[in-house]
């Protein structure tokens, strides 16, 4: 009695799986029509060659800010491990 129902539950997930999976390859294909479809290209902003000077300086000065973080970031985890390593050698040697 028990192995009929579990050979229906079987079949009845099997069956749900395969809808599912159709269902997922219509929705990526609807997608990649949509996508396809979008032939126009989006604009450039209106910007001016001042803008675009002030807009690579600020990122650049991002980059170098970002960069200073992770060198300090490294040189304080660097250090709080030397010292730990100093306290625990002299505690175990002595």
Known sequence: MGGEGHMLDMIRRLSEGREAS??????????????NQANDHYSLPDTTPEEMGRI???????????????????????????????ILWAVFIK
């Open 22 to 35: 159709r269902l997922r390859r219509e929705r990526t294909s609807e997608k990649l029509k949509h996508m």
């Open 56 to 86: 690579i300086k600020d990122s650049e000065k991002k980059k170098e800010k970002d960069s200073n973080y992770f060198v300090w970031g490294t040189l304080i985890i660097m250090g709080a491990l030397i010292a730990t390593a100093v």
